[in-house]
């Protein structure tokens, strides 16, 4: 075998932080995916179908983690062993195999939406002694992979997409030689990525933003919302999250917090998290976005801070759901005496 390459195609879910699956196993995720191999005219480039699971095994920043994934499936079309007409094939002895595959890589959030996948994938392939022969075949190479995740936010970190477009398109102005000049070709290729962006991305982006937040403006359920938070929570107890700023802005409330939505506070600095935590060790009640609670225990703390800390101080006294386009479980919590 000459060489090996592996194009894959996955579509994956996972559990969002406010259900117990989710707090639990923060960032595990599964689905389903394709991948094409190409190996050889003598193995052929067989297409395999399999399930995969993944999750984090530890995180090293707010943006970084250390991630494993396995797939399990079937590869096929493979070019099978024949005496007369294939007997280089020394390896696959049938046209379909099992696929097993196990990937350890470094997952880089770039954006909100985006990730960046590199790491190193091991590959098996075997018929199960169905056929002769059956000598199975190990792979073993470089990952590399873009994630995007359609729910995660609302916005793309531009700042980031916009680089790493302008390279991919230098990239193909370079492989096609759009122009004999570099500087041409560089220009060519950051025209392209402006012009992307402002005819595809921006209108899509904004499309989506949209149909999101439509829903969400809906005053009659903002109004009941509101309305509940007022006959459960006392006025100006300290709050946090994503949303709850708006709220107490409807009700007139001051939420003794001033920072970003908790979502984005995983790209804030370290003094804003201090203060937030600093909040928690001191105030008697706090009313918060569990959702957000539990991306702070994620992101900041060991990953079971609220269930092994935070709900040994606190035990929560009201609970508030709201579910109209996007989905909220906001709770009162009271401080143990």
Sequence with gaps: MNHDMTFTLKYAFMNRDEVRPGSIHHGAYQGVGVARHEFNRWLSNPISVFLFQGAPVVNLSRRLSLNYEWNLGMAFGWNAFDEETNPENKVIGSKITAYLDVDFYIRWMLSRHLDFNAGVSLSHFSNGNTAYPNMGLNTGGIRLGLAYYVNRASYLCLYIIMPV???????????????????????????????????????????????????????????????????????????????????????????????????????????CVDYIFELIETADCIFVNDDSLNTLSYYFRDNTWKEEVFMKEYTCIADIYYDEGSKYNYRLYKKLK
């Design 165 to 271: 477009m302008g390279l991919l398109m230098g990239w193909l102005a370079e492989e096609n030689r759009i122009s004999e000049g570099a500087v041409h070709r560089t220009l060519f290729a950051w025209i392209t990525t402006v012009l992307i962006m402002m005819t595809i991305a921006f209108p899509v982006r904004l499309v989506i933003q949209q149909r999101a937040y439509r829903p969400q403006r809906n005053m009659e359920k903002v109004e009941q919302l509101a309305q509940k938070v007022k006959d459960v929570v006392p006025p100006d107890t300290i709050g946090f999250g994503e949303g709850v700023d708006e709220i107490y802005s409807y009700l007139g409330w001051n939420a003794n917090y001033f920072g970003m939505d908790l979502p984005d506070i995983i790209y804030s600095n370290e003094v």
